[in-house]
């Protein structure tokens, strides 16, 4: 049994012994300040400098809502909405996102796209009968009208924006 745990490992930068011995400890990476004491050299940004960066946000891209917006940013807007629910830890839930951002420069001033957080929001998941993500609802006068789960291609979002606009 104790031959069993005495495998190699995974890569070459454990350092438990492998079949040809063991490895080499490297040094860490230090990074050496060429600028002269006192200097931060060009275009390095102190702490204190970061309060006057403003952040332009595109009024085309999917906003963030939260539980206590819901009723007035999806259920009394009147425009249709599509809100995609998503979690931090979710792989496919970027590459959603990705292409809800597309989609929002496509159709700005046609459709209200959202973004709610499943996790922080459970009982907005759970009223909604979300149970996997990322799941995209449409909704149109506060009714759902369809409901996509899974990471789809662009033309099945687009197709399905495209019922809802001829409802």
């Not at 597309?102 to 922080?120: M, Q, T, V, W």
């Not at 799941?135 to 996509?148: A, H, I, R």
């Amino acid at each position: 049994m104790a031959a069993a745990y005495r495998a190699t490992p995974p890569c070459l930068s454990c350092p438990a012994p492998t079949a040809r011995g063991t490895v080499a400890s490297i040094p860490p990476f230090r990074l050496r300040n060429s600028f002269p004491h006192g200097h931060r050299g060009p275009g390095i940004r102190t702490p204190s400098s970061f309060s006057s960066v403003s952040v332009a946000r595109r009024r085309d891209a999917p906003e963030t809502i939260t539980a206590s917006a819901w009723d007035v940013t999806v259920l009394q807007n009147g425009l249709p909405v599509l809100v995609e629910f998503w979690a931090s830890w979710c792989g496919p839930c970027k590459m959603v996102d990705r292409l809800l951002d597309e989609i929002a420069r496509d159709y700005a001033g046609r459709i209200k796209i959202y973004k709610l957080d499943a996790d922080d929001y459970p009982q907005i998941a759970a009223v909604e009968g979300i149970d996997r993500v990322p799941t995209v609802l449409l909704f149109k006068n506060g009714e759902k009208l369809k409901s996509l789960t899974g990471t789809m291609p662009k033309s099945l979002y687009v197709e399905a924006i495209e019922q809802l606009l001829s409802h």
